[in-house]
């Protein structure tokens, strides 16, 4: 049902509040390059900050600007398990063709309260819905027993994997099954866990270039495994770079010098260090992204 490149799409700001002609600049861009979908309100959209009447409007405008031409992902997670119902509810009601669901985040739950947590959505919700298991943001690593555990559900049907690790990757996808979806959750890693059986990516990358990203899970599905690899060795100085700095404040800065977006964040993030701003700037040159002045 997921595979390819899906792209985490962030959400920009204008003077405090959502730029909603900038989203749409953005969800057109998308479109054009090809990706096979897009996931509003995740980290990288800045959801822990954004207000209900945001997070539902974002997710709502998303699915209105995008229908039927590329699939949305709602971020709908949180550290609550009835505010995650709460907002899963609403993606469900305006047509999102999934939910992704963070481990919830600072409460550090166990292995079993992740079970009941996500088993407590599955059994309130009817959307199709995908894990979301970043240990490095969140403190917990659900772990590939726990993962399927709850691929038992039918409505869990897969699996955003930011673990970094890929023998823990390569044990989710031995006891799922293939009916279940790993997306990789790095960008790094998007052509090597396409070659031990993910099925695509959940990308920052693809904001800056979605039809390269895109690209790369093509080749690798069609076969042409070497142009796959030379994409991906293509891709990752930005791959790298994104992460110079706490997500998003990299790939919102790198819009902002494309012309695309306000350079915009939401405290506590804040606006990219003098050092880092040039370095992103001298390698968005290299790609070709922004001219020299």
Known sequence: MFQGCFTALVTPFKEGKVDEDALKRLLEIQIEAGVAGVVPCGTTGES??????????????????????????AGTGSNSTAE????????????????????????????????????????????????YNVPSRTGVNMLPETVARLSEFENIVGIKEASGDLDQVSQIIELTGEDFTVLSGDDSLTLPMLAIGGRGVISVTSNILPSEVSLLCKHFFDGNLEEARKLHQRLQPLNRIMFIETNPIPVKTALSMMGLIEEELRLPLTTITDANRIKLEELLKNYGLIKEA
């Open 84 to 131: 995650t119902i709460m907002l899963t509810r609403h993606a469900e009601e305006v047509g999102a063709d999934a939910a992704l669901l963070i481990t919830p985040y600072y409460n550090k739950p166990t292995q079993k309260g992740l079970l009941e947590h996500y088993g407590k959505i599955a059994e309130h919700t009817s959307i199709p819905l995908i894990l």
């Open 48 to 73: 822990a900050t954004l207000s209900y009447e945001e997070h539902n409007r974002v997710i709502e405008l998303t699915k209105e600007l995008t229908e039927g031409k590329i699939k949305v992902i």
